[in-house]
Each structure stands twice: as structure tokens, then as C-alpha cells.
């Protein structure tokens, strides 16, 4: 794409309310536009970063036989009486229609996939299945000054799981946990995951995956020598201790965002709604639930977080908005810009994904913007580029460059 045909432009500044640095930088960016407090709109950039999280999801869920759906984000609130959440789920939106009727916003989906299943699921030649959807959750939560790592609305994928017996959701759960471990890896994060309480979902195990940051809201410990990880609001052992599970190694306390987590829901939802299935004998059973959750846009706030510098946002590469940030700097010189678009085109003949900065402003400015913007690989083309033998590749990250000749740099990049 060429970068003149973006319809957003980066800024110097973020608006004064905003004290998030990953809203910040993706403001600046122009990735997203700030609504109000926890409410972001996702431009053309943002979009790309999103969409490519959201893929690595999908083909993760897909992997381990998750069915993609998308359910009704407007919920009938009689669903949320059945279950409570109507009078007890804190962060509910309700909505008072012209009409009187009244609806929620969805928060969750237990409340729509459980009747979705039970319409399927009659026997247990029916079960095990799993459904998941990646859209909009809204929550109206009390505050939300992490930008978009906590938004009243924002990204989330959801999955809920089915199952005739504990056994089979033992394993199905075990399976998804190893799956929320190669998204974030694949997303460029290195996640951990604590043994936490499932809180106001259930009495039974959750596990919450964490990234360590600063900009996260949950303190943790956790042991350096081994996987020993829990959230410091309900473990029973704290900072210094010795590691309760290798011995070797004293626990360190740190910030972090929970960028996932897994819950069993027991039999719950199943009982709200009277969902029962017949077992081999003939007999009614109620399935075992489970719900799987990925913040997918508090998982791209928090990249930015862990991985931004003081010149602006680092993309891995798997999630960039680009492959390639093309820079020209021709200074008028027909001659090269012909070479430049030349490149460009190139590139497009061989899906190299590239945005082209043609813009015909200050080379310090393309510059900045490149950093800001944060491809993973710049490619410089200008004068003094041709003269050192073609173009300049810069990597993001470590700032280091070499030369590579035009006609070489098509092959470099592929490799
Ligand atoms: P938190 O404790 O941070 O409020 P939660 O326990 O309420 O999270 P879930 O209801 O299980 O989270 O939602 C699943 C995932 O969605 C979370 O692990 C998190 O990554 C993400 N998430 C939850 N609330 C928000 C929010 N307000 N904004 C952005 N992402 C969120
Ligand atoms: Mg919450």
C-alpha cells in the first residue's frame, strides 16, 4: 500500500487523557481512534494487527477442533435471568428498549451457547464438541485507563467446550492450554499460567495466562527455575518463599496482564437452562462445560507494552501490520523515485506485504513515522543508499542495517 493513500496520519501527540502508553502509541500511529475512556475504534493499521492476532487464534482453535460461530452480541435478558447474571454479574450492560422489553449486552456467551448446544446435543454420540466466535464483548467496567488492555468494549475470542464426562473435559482442557501457549508465542509474548480460583464462575480450577508488564493489573509470583506460577491475590505462598513446587528457587513477585484464561464451568449453565442429554443407557445426563478466553485486543495492547522502545511501536513479525516499510528519500530525483516504484511494484508481483512511503515530505519525518509505526523491516532507497549499492535494510528491533543490491533484496526478504 502506498503510504499517501493511508487516510490516517501519525500525530505528535495523544489526547491529554489518554495514560496508557500502548493507546498512546497506537494513537500516534494511527492503528486506533479514541471514542472515550475504554471505547477504541480500529483503523486501517489497527485492523491489520488485530486481523492477524485474530488468524493465529483461529488457526490454533481450528487445530484442536474448535467450530467458529458467531452468536448475537444483543442478548434476550430472560437467557441472563435464568442463570443470575441479570442481578449478580456486575459488569452487565443492560439495555431498556422503546418497547419496554429489556436486553443485555454480551459480556460472555454462556448465556447464548448453552441453548445453541442443547438444541444439538441430545446424546452423547453428540458430545464432545467445542464452538468459539472472535467479535465484540462490552463490560461495564468501573475503570479503564489501560487503554486498550481494558476497554468497556473490546476483542475477545470465546470458546466453550461440552463434555459427557470429567475425564474428557480433563483432556479437552489440557489441550486447549497447550494451544493458548503457541498463540501467544506465535504472537511474539511470552506467556505463563497461574493456578488461580474460577472466582465468580465456579468453585472449580481456572488457569489465567500472564505476560509480564508493568502495564498489566494483576500481581503474580512466580519461580524462576521452574513453571511455578500463581496470582498473588489467592496464593498461598508470596514473595521470597521457597518455590513451592521445584524447591530450587525463591519466588519473585512481578506486574502482569492476563491475556487469557480457562474455566471449568462444571455442569452450571447446563443445569440454568435444563440441558440434559441421554447417556448410553438411555438415561438423562448433564454435560460438563468449559470457557476459553483470549483477550485479542488486550493480546495487541500488550504487545505494544512489552515490546515498544523510546522511538515507538516493535512489531513481531508475525503480527505486523506489514512485512515491509519501504522508505523512498529522492529528494526530487525523478530518476530514483522511478526505482523506487519500480521496487514497489515488485514487491506486490511477489506478496511481499509493503507499505510504500511515497509521501513527499522531510526524509527525518519518514523516518520517525517508520519507528513509530514499527514494521519489522525498513528498506531505505536514496542516493546515498545507491551509492553504498542499493538499498538499506534496517531491522526494527535491533536497529542493525546492511546493503543489500536491488536486484538481490527480493530474494533477501523471502528468506
Ligand atoms: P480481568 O480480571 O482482567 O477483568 P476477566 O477475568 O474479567 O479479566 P474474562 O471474563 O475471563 O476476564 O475474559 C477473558 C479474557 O478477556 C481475559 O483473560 C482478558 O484477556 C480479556 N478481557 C477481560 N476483560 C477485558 C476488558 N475489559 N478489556 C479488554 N480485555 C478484557
Ligand atoms: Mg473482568
Same mark, same amino acid.
Given at each position: 500500500?502506498?503510504?499517501?493513500?493511508?487516510?490516517?496520519?501519525?500525530?505528535?501527540?495523544?489526547?491529554?487523557?489518554?495514560?496508557?502508553?500502548?493507546?498512546?502509541?497506537?494513537?500516534?500511529?494511527?492503528?486506533?481512534?479514541?471514542?472515550?475512556?475504554?471505547?477504541?475504534?480500529?483503523?486501517?493499521?489497527?485492523?491489520?494487527?488485530?486481523?492477524?492476532?485474530?488468524?493465529?487464534?483461529?488457526?490454533?482453535?481450528?487445530? %484442536?477442533?474448535?467450530?467458529?460461530? $458467531?452468536?448475537?452480541?444483543?442478548?434476550?435478558?430472560?437467557?441472563?435471568?435464568?442463570?443470575?447474571?441479570?442481578?449478580?454479574?456486575?459488569?452487565?450492560?443492560?439495555?431498556?428498549?422503546?418497547?419496554?422489553?429489556?436486553?443485555?449486552?454480551?459480556?460472555?456467551?454462556?448465556?447464548?451457547?448453552?441453548?445453541?448446544?442443547?438444541?444439538?446435543?441430545?446424546?452423547?454420540?453428540?458430545?464432545?464438541?467445542?464452538?468459539?466466535?472472535?467479535?465484540?464483548?462490552?463490560?461495564?467496567?468501573?475503570?479503564?485507563?489501560?487503554? %486498550?488492555? $481494558?476497554?468497556?468494549?473490546?476483542?475477545?475470542?470465546?470458546?466453550?467446550?461440552?463434555?459427557?464426562?470429567?475425564?474428557?473435559?480433563?483432556?479437552?482442557?489440557?489441550?486447549?492450554?497447550?494451544?493458548?501457549?503457541?498463540?501467544?508465542?506465535?504472537?511474539?509474548?511470552?506467556?505463563?499460567?497461574?493456578?488461580?480460583?474460577?472466582?465468580?464462575?465456579?468453585?472449580?480450577?481456572?488457569?489465567?495466562?500472564?505476560?509480564?508488564?508493568?502495564?498489566?493489573?494483576?500481581?503474580?509470583?512466580?519461580?524462576?527455575?521452574?513453571?511455578?506460577?500463581?496470582?498473588?491475590?489467592?496464593?498461598?505462598?508470596?514473595?521470597?518463599?521457597?518455590?513451592?513446587?521445584?524447591?530450587?528457587?525463591?519466588?519473585?513477585?512481578?506486574?502482569?496482564?492476563?491475556?487469557?484464561?480457562?474455566?471449568?464451568?462444571?455442569?452450571?449453565?447446563?443445569?440454568?437452562?435444563?440441558?440434559?442429554?441421554?447417556?448410553?443407557?438411555?438415561?438423562?445426563?448433564?454435560? %460438563?462445560?468449559?470457557?476459553?478466553?483470549?483477550?485479542?485486543?488486550?493480546?495487541?495492547?500488550?504487545?505494544?507494552?512489552?515490546?515498544?522502545?523510546?522511538?515507538?511501536?516493535?512489531?513481531?513479525?508475525?503480527?505486523?501490520?506489514?512485512?515491509?516499510?519501504?522508505?523512498?528519500?529522492?529528494?526530487?530525483?525523478?530518476?530514483?523515485?522511478?526505482?523506487?516504484?519500480?521496487?514497489?511494484?515488485?514487491?506486490?508481483?511477489?506478496?511481499?506485504?509493503?507499505?510504500?512511503?511515497?509521501?513527499?515530505?522531510?526524509?527525518?519525518?519518514?523516518?520517525?513515522?517508520?519507528?513509530?509505526?514499527?514494521?519489522?523491516?525498513?528498506?531505505?532507497?536514496?542516493?546515498?543508499?545507491?551509492?553504498?549499492?542499493?538499498?538499506?535494510?534496517?531491522?526494527?528491533?535491533?536497529?542493525?542495517?546492511?546493503?543489500?543490491?536491488?536486484?538481490?533484496? %527480493?530474494?533477501?526478504?523471502?528468506?
Amino acid at each position: 500500500m502506498r503510504q499517501s493513500h493511508l487516510f490516517t496520519k501519525t500525530r505528535k501527540s495523544a489526547p491529554k487523557d489518554e495514560v496508557a502508553k500502548n493507546a498512546q502509541l497506537l494513537i500516534r500511529g494511527g492503528f486506533i481512534h479514541k471514542e472515550m475512556a475504554g471505547v477504541y475504534s480500529y483503523l486501517p493499521l489497527g485492523v491489520r494487527v488485530l486481523s492477524k492476532i485474530e488468524n493465529i487464534i483461529r488457526e490454533e482453535m481450528n487445530a %484442536i477442533g474448535g467450530q467458529e460461530v $458467531r452468536m448475537a452480541t444483543l442478548h434476550p435478558s430472560e437467557n441472563w435471568k435464568k442463570t443470575g447474571g441479570w442481578d449478580n454479574v456486575d459488569v452487565l450492560f443492560k439495555i431498556q428498549s422503546r418497547t419496554e422489553k429489556e436486553y443485555a449486552l454480551g459480556q460472555s456467551e454462556e448465556e447464548i451457547v448453552t441453548p445453541i448446544a442443547q438444541e444439538y446435543a441430545a446424546s452423547y454420540k453428540d458430545l464432545p464438541f467445542a464452538i468459539y466466535q472472535i467479535g465484540q464483548k462490552y463490560r461495564d467496567e468501573l475503570r479503564a485507563k489501560s487503554g %486498550i488492555m $481494558r476497554g468497556r468494549e473490546f476483542g475477545m475470542k470465546d470458546m466453550y467446550s461440552f463434555h459427557e464426562s470429567q475425564a474428557d473435559f480433563d483432556r479437552f482442557y489440557e489441550t486447549v492450554k497447550q494451544a493458548y501457549f503457541r498463540v501467544y508465542q506465535r504472537c511474539g509474548l511470552d506467556a505463563k499460567v497461574t493456578e488461580a480460583s474460577g472466582g465468580s464462575f465456579s468453585e472449580k480450577l481456572s488457569y489465567e495466562f500472564m505476560v509480564l508488564t508493568d502495564a498489566g493489573e494483576d500481581d503474580i509470583v512466580y519461580c524462576d527455575c521452574c513453571t511455578h506460577c500463581a496470582n498473588v491475590e489467592v496464593s498461598k505462598v508470596a514473595e521470597g518463599e521457597t518455590c513451592p513446587k521445584c524447591g530450587k528457587s525463591t519466588l519473585k513477585k512481578a506486574r502482569a496482564a492476563e491475556v487469557g484464561n480457562v474455566f471449568d464451568l462444571g455442569t452450571k449453565y447446563p443445569k440454568s437452562f435444563g440441558f440434559t442429554y441421554k447417556d448410553k443407557d438411555g438415561n438423562d445426563q448433564t454435560p %460438563i462445560m468449559g470457557c476459553y478466553g483470549i483477550g485479542t485486543t488486550r493480546l495487541m495492547g500488550t504487545a505494544v507494552e512489552v515490546l515498544a522502545d523510546e522511538k515507538g511501536i516493535v512489531w513481531p513479525e508475525t503480527i505486523a501490520p506489514f512485512d515491509v516499510h519501504l522508505v523512498a528519500i529522492t529528494g526530487g530525483n525523478a530518476e530514483l523515485q522511478a526505482e523506487a516504484d519500480k521496487l514497489y511494484e515488485q514487491f506486490k508481483e511477489n506478496d511481499i506485504d509493503v507499505l510504500y512511503d511515497d509521501r513527499d515530505i522531510r526524509a527525518g519525518e519518514k523516518f520517525a513515522d517508520a519507528e513509530l509505526i514499527g514494521i519489522p523491516t525498513r528498506l531505505v532507497i536514496s542516493e546515498k543508499t545507491m551509492q553504498e549499492g542499493g538499498v538499506e535494510v534496517a531491522e526494527r528491533k535491533s536497529g542493525s542495517t546492511t546493503f543489500v543490491s536491488e536486484s538481490g533484496i %527480493i530474494e533477501h526478504l523471502q528468506k
